[in-house]
C-alpha cells in the first residue's frame, strides 16, 4: 500500500538509526550492505519486522533512498527553493509522499534531466538495475562536483565486462563497476548484469551503500 511504502522509505532526520536484524536477509548476499543502510538511515523494515529484500524499487522509492543517503553526509533541506528554472515533472503532484525528494534531486542534481522531454519522471514504475546504476553515477559526480569541483569519479577496482551489455550500458556498467563495485552481476554471481532487470530491495540498498562509502 502507499502507506506501508511510505513508512518503509520515510524521511529520516541526520543520525545514524541502529542497525536491525532482519529475518529474511540472514542469508543474503548484501545482509551487511542492508543493514549498514539502516545504520545511515537510507532505508527501514517494514511494519512487520522483515525487509523483504526481493521486493522491486520503484523509482521514486530510489529517489527517496538516494536523498537520505545524501542526508546522512550533508544536511538536505527539502524545502528549499529551486536555484535554477526547472520544469515539474507533470506526473509527481505536490502532495505525493515523495513529491520533495524527487524535487529536491531535480533541482540540486538534474536541473536538465530525466523528464525534460516528456515531462514526467513516472514515480510508480519500477526501477530497472540499469536506471539505477545511471541515477547513482549521477549522484554521485554531482555530489563530487559540488565538494571538489571534478566530476570524475576515481576507478578503485578492475572493471566488469558484463556478458549481457552493449553500447551505453556496457560503458556504464564497466565505470560504475569500477567505482566500488555499484555495478556488480545479478546476485553477485557470474557475468549477468541483467541491465533490464527490476532493482531488488537488497541490491538498491547496496549499490547506494557502495557509492557513498566509495566517496
Known amino acids: 500500500t502507499i502507506a506501508t511504502t511510505a513508512l518503509a522509505f520515510s524521511v529520516l532526520p541526520n543520525f545514524a538509526q541502529s542497525p536491525e536484524t532482519f529475518p529474511d536477509i540472514r542469508n543474503n548476499v548484501y545482509k551487511a ?13 517494514f511494519p512487520d519486522g522483515k525487509y523483504r529484500p526481493r521486493d522491486s524499487v520503484s523509482r521514486e522509492q530510489a529517489a ?44 540540486n542534481l538534474f536541473p536538465a534531466g530525466t523528464g525534460q522531454l516528456t515531462g514526467t519522471f513516472r514515480p510508480q514504475d519500477p526501477i530497472t538495475r540499469i536506471e539505477l546504476v545511471d541515477f547513482i553515477r549521477r ?14 569519479l576515481v576507478k578503485t577496482e578492475e572493471p566488469i565486462v558484463f556478458s ?17 563495485r555499484v555495478a556488480s552481476p545479478l546476485n553477485e554471481r557470474g557475468k549477468r548484469f541483467a541491465p533490464n532487470r527490476e532493482a531488488d530491495r537488497d541490491y538498491t540498498a ?10
Not at 33 to 45: D, N
Open 33 to 45: 550492505e542492508i543493514e549498514e543502510a539502516v545504520k545511515l538511515g537510507i532505508v527501514k523494515g
Open 64 to 107: 527517496v533512498m538516494i536523498v537520505q543517503a545524501i542526508n546522512s553526509e550533508m544536511e538536505v533541506n527539502l524545502d528549499e527553493k529551486p536555484r535554477r528554472s526547472v520544469r515539474p515533472f507533470l506526473d509527481v503532484p505536490s502532495d505525493r509522499w515523495s513529491a520533495r525528494q524527487i524535487k529536491w534531486l531535480q533541482w
Open 139 to 152: 549522484t554521485a559526480e554531482a555530489m563530487k562536483s559540488r565538494a571538489t569541483g571534478d566530476v570524475e
Open 164 to 180: 549481457d551489455v552493449s553500447g551505453y550500458d556496457k560503458v556504464l556498467t564497466m565505470q560504475m563497476s569500477a567505482y566500488c
Open 206 to 215: 547496496a549499490a547506494i551503500v557502495r557509492a557513498l562509502k566509495c566517496e
